[in-house]
Protein backbone atom coordinates (compact mmCIF):
# COMPACT_ATOMS: atom_id res chain seq x y z
CA UNK A 1 0.00 0.00 0.00
CA UNK A 2 0.90 3.81 -0.41
CA UNK A 3 -0.11 6.53 1.92
CA UNK A 4 -0.45 9.82 0.61
CA UNK A 5 -0.86 12.87 2.70
CA UNK A 6 -1.96 16.12 2.06
CA UNK A 7 -0.86 19.51 3.28
CA UNK A 8 -1.18 23.26 2.93
CA UNK A 9 -4.64 23.93 2.20
CA UNK A 10 -7.01 26.57 3.34
CA UNK A 11 -8.68 30.09 3.28
CA UNK A 12 -7.38 32.48 0.75
CA UNK A 13 -9.11 35.31 -0.96
CA UNK A 14 -9.58 36.16 -4.72
CA UNK A 15 -6.66 36.61 -6.75
CA UNK A 16 -4.30 35.52 -3.76
CA UNK A 17 -1.54 32.25 -3.67
CA UNK A 18 -1.45 28.87 -1.90
CA UNK A 19 0.80 26.15 -1.74
CA UNK A 20 -0.21 22.50 -1.30
CA UNK A 21 2.08 19.26 -0.59
CA UNK A 22 1.67 15.69 -1.11
CA UNK A 23 4.15 13.22 0.58
CA UNK A 24 3.79 9.54 0.23
CA UNK A 25 5.00 6.64 1.72
CA UNK A 26 4.66 2.99 2.12
CA UNK A 27 5.40 1.00 -0.87
CA UNK A 28 5.66 4.03 -3.21
CA UNK A 29 7.76 4.05 -6.45
CA UNK A 30 9.51 6.45 -7.87
CA UNK A 31 8.03 5.45 -11.20
CA UNK A 32 4.72 6.66 -10.34
CA UNK A 33 2.59 9.66 -11.82
CA UNK A 34 2.00 12.02 -9.62
CA UNK A 35 -1.28 14.38 -9.82
CA UNK A 36 -3.62 16.76 -8.08
CA UNK A 37 -7.18 16.28 -8.79
CA UNK A 38 -10.15 18.58 -7.18
CA UNK A 39 -14.03 17.96 -6.40
CA UNK A 40 -16.26 20.72 -5.97
CA UNK A 41 -19.67 20.42 -3.90
CA UNK A 42 -22.03 18.78 -6.12
CA UNK A 43 -19.34 17.85 -9.23
CA UNK A 44 -17.30 14.89 -10.16
CA UNK A 45 -13.66 14.78 -9.59
CA UNK A 46 -11.28 16.61 -11.96
CA UNK A 47 -7.97 16.60 -13.14
CA UNK A 48 -6.40 19.42 -12.23
CA UNK A 49 -2.31 18.65 -12.78
CA UNK A 50 -0.15 15.78 -13.14
CA UNK A 51 3.07 15.10 -13.06
CA UNK A 52 5.65 12.07 -14.50
CA UNK A 53 8.57 10.26 -12.75
CA UNK A 54 10.65 12.65 -15.78
CA UNK A 55 8.28 15.68 -14.63
CA UNK A 56 6.25 15.75 -17.57
CA UNK A 57 3.45 17.96 -16.86
CA UNK A 58 -0.76 18.04 -17.90
CA UNK A 59 -3.02 20.29 -16.53
CA UNK A 60 -6.50 20.90 -16.95
CA UNK A 61 -7.50 24.13 -19.00
CA UNK A 62 -8.93 26.02 -16.76
CA UNK A 63 -5.32 26.00 -14.21
CA UNK A 64 -3.35 26.59 -17.38
CA UNK A 65 -1.23 29.35 -16.37
CA UNK A 66 -2.09 30.52 -12.85
CA UNK A 67 -0.88 25.87 -11.52
CA UNK A 68 2.42 24.51 -11.29
CA UNK A 69 3.04 20.83 -10.27
CA UNK A 70 6.42 19.88 -9.35
CA UNK A 71 8.12 16.60 -7.44
CA UNK A 72 10.89 16.05 -5.54
CA UNK A 73 11.72 12.35 -6.32
CA UNK A 74 13.91 11.69 -3.55
CA UNK A 75 11.91 13.33 -0.65
CA UNK A 76 8.71 11.20 -2.68
CA UNK A 77 6.23 14.60 -2.39
CA UNK A 78 4.79 16.10 -5.07
CA UNK A 79 3.60 20.06 -4.62
CA UNK A 80 0.56 22.33 -6.44
CA UNK A 81 1.59 25.90 -6.61
CA UNK A 82 -1.79 27.96 -7.13
CA UNK A 83 -1.30 31.28 -7.99
CA UNK A 84 -4.31 33.88 -9.09
CA UNK A 85 -7.00 32.01 -7.12
CA UNK A 86 -10.70 32.67 -7.72
CA UNK A 87 -14.13 30.86 -6.37
CA UNK A 88 -14.07 28.30 -9.23
CA UNK A 89 -11.02 26.84 -7.46
CA UNK A 90 -12.98 26.52 -4.38
CA UNK A 91 -12.76 22.41 -3.97
CA UNK A 92 -11.16 19.22 -1.87
CA UNK A 93 -8.25 18.76 -3.82
CA UNK A 94 -7.04 15.09 -3.92
CA UNK A 95 -3.22 14.39 -4.04
CA UNK A 96 -3.05 10.79 -6.24
CA UNK A 97 -0.12 8.45 -7.15
CA UNK A 98 -0.46 5.22 -9.59
CA UNK A 99 1.68 3.39 -11.69
CA UNK A 100 2.32 4.42 -15.05
CA UNK A 101 0.71 1.53 -17.12
CA UNK A 102 -0.61 -1.08 -13.97
CA UNK A 103 -3.39 2.22 -12.76
CA UNK A 104 -5.80 -0.61 -12.45
CA UNK A 105 -3.84 -2.49 -9.94
CA UNK A 106 -1.90 0.66 -8.18
CA UNK A 107 -3.37 3.63 -7.48
CA UNK A 108 -3.87 5.79 -4.25
CA UNK A 109 -5.25 8.69 -2.84
CA UNK A 110 -4.67 11.13 -0.63
CA UNK A 111 -7.61 12.28 1.96
CA UNK A 112 -8.30 15.41 0.88
CA UNK A 113 -7.10 19.02 1.35
CA UNK A 114 -9.77 22.14 0.98
CA UNK A 115 -9.41 25.27 -0.35
CA UNK A 116 -11.61 27.57 -0.54
CA UNK A 117 -11.31 30.94 -2.15
CA UNK A 118 -13.50 33.56 -1.04
CA UNK A 119 -13.70 37.08 0.42
Known amino acids: QVQLVESGGGLVQPGGSLRLSCAAS????????MGWYRQAPGKQRELVAT???????NYADSVKGRFTISRDNAKNTVALQMNSLNAEDTAVYYC?????????????WGQGTQVTVSS
Open 26 to 33: GRFSGIYV
Open 51 to 57: ITSGSST
Open 96 to 108: NARHPVLTRNYNY
